[in-house]
């Protein structure tokens, strides 16, 4: 069995994926710098059993809430099941361990009315107006759907505009979605528009 390391396992595994979106790739970042801080950088990925990934799961509880710890325990299991499948270990450590749920309920807010017209009187401009409507009242994921959207895109006359959805894109038929211009938004996105430079 080859003997490797688990910084480098990792970056290889990074380095075997095509594609990767930015957002993507800082998760993966964030899982290594846990797992070396955990485990070290140099610790060869043979030596690490099932014991040690239970005691990782529980180090990991101790710091972050339950979603992170979840996603955080998956993430690790990804790394080692690419492990197995290069014959770098015999089995993944992290095959049996619990991850548990990503659902962090305690995060949920309901954001009024009043709050969103409160902030959007601070907004600084139109464009920091039009991007706090779209992500309150469109639901755009803010930047990746943002960062798309173009003016062809938009139906004036329907009333609607498309939505290019880069988290789905790898799905057929996903790739994009209609959404209404609502009242709340389209005060935003007409100044906007006049705003806009010609072109």
Do not use: M
């Not at 970056?11 to 485990?39: C, G, I, M, Q, W």
């Not at 939505?163 to 057929?172: F, Q, T, Y």
């Amino acid at each position: 069995v080859e003997e490797v390391e688990l910084g480098v396992l990792v970056d290889r595994y990074v380095a075997s994926r095509s594609k990767l979106k930015p957002n993507t790739l800082r998760n993966y970042e964030t899982t290594k710098r846990l797992l070396v801080e955990h485990f070290g950088h140099d610790r060869r990925v043979r030596t690490i059993h099932a014991g040690h990934a239970r005691d990782y799961r529980e180090w990991l509880v101790g710091k972050y809430s339950p979603a992170t710890v979840s996603r955080e325990i998956k993430r690790a299991r990804q790394y080692f099941e690419y492990a197995k499948d290069c014959r770098l270990v015999t089995e993944n450590p992290f095959a049996k361990v619990k991850a548990g749920s990503q659902r962090n309920t305690k995060r949920k807010h309901f954001v009024g009315r009043d709050v969103i017209d409160r902030v959007l009187e601070a907004c600084p401009d139109n464009n920091w107006r039009l991007v706090l409507v779209l992500a309150r009242y469109v639901g755009l994921r803010i930047p990746s759907e943002l960062e798309r959207l173009t003016w062809s895109d938009i139906d004036w006359s329907g009333g609607r505009f498309t939505v290019r959805v880069p988290k789905k894109e790898h799905l057929d038929g996903h790739e994009t979605r209609i959404v209404p211009i609502f009242p709340e938004v389209e005060p935003y996105l007409r100044r906007a528009f006049d705003e806009a430079p010609p072109g």
